[in-house]
């Protein structure tokens, strides 16, 4: 019998504002709005209260506006929903100068290093008489 192929996670992302930055897991949503308990904050007039979600597909990351006055742009563009990833820039209200907030790729933990064991010409070699 074959093995199931894995279902490719969403990568963990960055998402950096003037505030901060979040590091965003793929193992849940993201909320952004001016309601203080969004997983980000973003406190200017032109946001609404739940302005949009980030979340994880199958690989990839979408950002979907959560029907806000003032809309979610990327690109100059107004957007109901779209895939963003690392290198994505995301306007908040307004598409020129509204809040930005960029999503940048995480780096892989490194690998844990291997303990260092002697070999056996490093070893000191007994000697018989």
């Known amino acids: 019998m074959g093995e199931r192929p894995a279902t490719p996670t969403a990568p963990e992302l960055v998402l950096e504002t003037d505030l901060g930055s979040t590091v965003?897991?793929?193992?849940?949503?993201?909320?952004?709005?001016?309601?203080?308990?969004?997983?980000?904050?973003?406190?200017?007039?032109?946001?609404?209260?739940?302005?949009?979600?980030?979340?994880?597909?199958?690989?990839?990351?979408?950002?979907?506006?959560?029907?806000?006055?003032?809309?979610?742009?990327?690109?100059?563009?107004?957007?109901?929903?779209?895939?963003?990833?690392?290198g994505s820039e995301i306007r908040f209200g307004n598409p020129s100068d509204g809040p930005r907030a960029v999503l940048l790729g995480r780096e892989p933990p490194a690998p844990a290093a291997a303990p260092s064991h002697p070999s056996p010409a490093d070893r000191p070699s007994a000697v018989s008489m």
């Open 24 to 86: 965003m897991s793929p193992s849940r949503d993201y909320h952004v709005g001016r309601d203080p308990e969004s997983d980000v904050v973003i406190d200017d007039i032109r946001v609404s209260w739940h302005h949009a979600i980030l979340h994880p597909e199958a690989g990839h990351w979408t950002i979907e506006d959560e029907d806000s006055t003032n809309g979610t742009y990327t690109g100059g563009r107004r957007i109901r929903a779209t895939d963003v990833g690392a």
